[in-house]
């Protein structure tokens, strides 16, 4: 039994009559004739009551009618399913980002948009390091990851969604968050105690700051570690030291802290879009599609 032939059946079913349903069909009469014979023969059923003037449904013709139409229903939605998969509609997207990815508007924006264009798709959100976010990749743990400068193996390829300034966290009881309000130099942070991610961390902002650290002349002294920013934000308003952070943190407002931009020129820290070189994922690079267009980068 074939497909054609359960298409065969409902259009004269429906028709109720072998002319119209050969013309429906695009097909000449008398092959529609013996296919539904040969269908009957395998069925083990008489389908069809036939007369000179008419042609009728048989009782078991009744009900192996809906039981066609439910499997040619299945077979159209197999179909769907598979031409959706392909143009990345359906499935699961799995995305690795680090924790200072949603407060910049442009990412949760664009996760919307991509959840409102494709609601079949689940998105699978996973916090994590840099680091961890380029090894997942590595491990196609994830598809995606939303994550700041580290170096990178030869097989993930990066896009900059967006460059923003690093800003210094300070108690709004320091001496220099008074006066500074136009911005401060890193270097009259030289002999202030640091509360920062764990070198262990992962955190591609740790590489930077120390390197922008040497750029003003001193080797900052990490006083106290917190692996959230949450955390080390609220560390700084008890006076327990001051840190630098991506300026899309300013969003968080902690009673105790003010947001100091650093005026050195290389005090800016970018966020990339990661994925691997070989990627197949339609639905991933549906995703990057929609992001780099959102945030205005160049793939």
Do not use: C
């Amino acid at each position: 039994m074939e497909l054609r032939h359960l298409r065969y059946f409902i259009a004269v079913a429906e028709e109720l009559h072998f002319g119209r349903a050969a013309q429906v069909l695009g097909i000449s009469q008398p092959p529609l004739s013996q296919q539904i014979q040969a269908l009957e023969q395998e069925v083990g059923a008489r389908l069809f009551e036939r007369t000179n003037r008419r042609v009728e449904l048989s009782e078991a013709g009744r009900l192996f009618l809906e039981e066609a139409r439910l499997v040619l229903a299945q077979v159209d939605k197999a179909a769907d399913v598979a031409r959706r998969a392909q143009l990345g509609e359906l499935g699961e997207l799995k995305i690795g980002f680090t924790s200072s990815a949603p407060f910049n508007s442009t990412i949760p924006q664009a996760i919307f948009a991509f959840r409102q264009r494709f609601p079949a798709v689940h998105l699978k959100l996973k916090e994590m390091s840099s680091t961890q976010v380029a090894e997942a990749l590595v491990d196609q743990a994830i598809q995606v990851g939303i994550m700041r400068p580290l170096p990178l193996p030869d097989s993930l390829s990066v896009v900059e969604l967006l460059r923003e300034p690093l800003v210094a966290v300070l108690s709004s009881k320091h001496p220099l968050a008074s006066g500074s309000e136009e911005g401060l130099h890193l270097a009259e942070l030289a002999h202030e105690p640091f509360v920062f991610f764990p070198r262990s961390y992962g955190s591609g902002l740790y590489a930077q700051l120390l390197s922008l650290s040497r750029d003003a002349g001193f080797t900052p002294h990490f006083a106290q570690e917190a692996a959230e920013a949450m955390t080390i934000i609220g560390l700084v308003a008890a006076g327990l030291g001051v840190s630098v952070l991506p300026a899309s943190y300013q969003r968080m407002r902690i009673d105790g802290v003010v947001y100091r931009r650093l005026l050195d020129p290389a005090a800016m820290s970018a966020v990339w879009l990661v994925q691997r070189k070989d990627q197949a994922s339609p639905m991933a690079k549906a995703f990057v599609e929609l992001l780099t267009r959102k945030t205005g980068a160049t793939p």
